[in-house]
């Protein structure tokens, strides 16, 4: 969907971060990938670039309440 959405808009690249690490995991594991885990993995691939992460109030409540894997390890700032 994002391919259809985005692919006429230049300068724009979809990345497929999500999808690579979720074939990484061992079948085994029953593991799942959540948001934490595509931004730690975006900030070692490319060491110095400085990321934000914007979200909406009904996301930003859902972090603060502990709803997401690892929500502690967000930093917010308003």
């Given at each position: 969907?994002?391919?259809l ?65 690892e ?8």
């Amino acid at each position: 969907m994002c391919n259809l959405c985005f692919q006429s808009i230049p300068r724009v690249t979809i990345l497929t971060v999500e999808e690579d690490l979720n074939r990484s995991l061992d079948a085994t594991t029953n593991s799942r990938i959540g948001t934490i885990d595509v931004l730690r993995h975006l900030h070692q691939a490319n060491r110095g670039v400085e990321f934000y992460f914007v979200v909406g109030q009904d996301t930003y409540n859902d972090l603060c309440c502990g709803r997401w894997k690892e929500s502690e390890r967000f930093i917010f700032e308003k």
